[in-house]
Nanobody, 130 residues
Framework: QVQLVESGGGLVQAGGSLRLSCAASGLTVSLYNMGWFRQAPGKEREFVAG????????YYADSVKGRFTISRDNGKNTVYLQMNSLKPEDTAVYYC???????????????????????WGQGTQATVSS
């Protein structure tokens, strides 16, 4: 059974940092394209960052470029999202997701689309105070 378990959320002041973790079981993260999404109250779930299964391609939403970094530790079967220079508008529940089927070109075209991801975690809350 596939499980993605996020952790690392919490309350931080604006300008601070958090590192989110997504520990996978039942799948090998190096064989999947992985993504982070977030959902703020009253808003739709939106793409934040993605990493291809090869690890060679990383993608970011414009709103987080230069502040967030996605990475992967194959030995720990875990994906991370390092979030720096946090802003109040980054407050959301953050979700990890795994895409099994997309080849590199399809993932390049669709990494921001929720429908390509087959597995989702339960989310972790990150709150940034002003």
């Amino acid at each position: 059974q596939v499980q993605l378990v996020e952790s690392g959320g919490g309350l931080v002041q604006a300008g601070g940092s958090l590192r989110l973790s997504c520990a996978a079981s039942g799948l090998t993260v190096s064989l999947y394209n992985m993504g982070w999404f977030r959902q703020a109250p009253g808003k739709e779930r939106e793409f934040v960052a993605g990493i291809s299964r090869s690890g060679n391609s990383k993608y970011y939403a414009d709103s987080v470029k230069g502040r967030f970094t996605i990475s992967r530790d194959n030995g720990k079967n875990t994906v991370y999202l390092q979030m720096n220079s946090l802003k109040p508008e980054d407050t959301a529940v953050y979700y990890c997701a795994a895409d099994a089927d997309s080849g590199s070109f399809v993932f390049y075209q669709n990494y921001y689309q929720r429908h390509i991801y087959d597995h989702w975690g339960q989310g972790t809350q990150a709150t940034v105070s002003s």
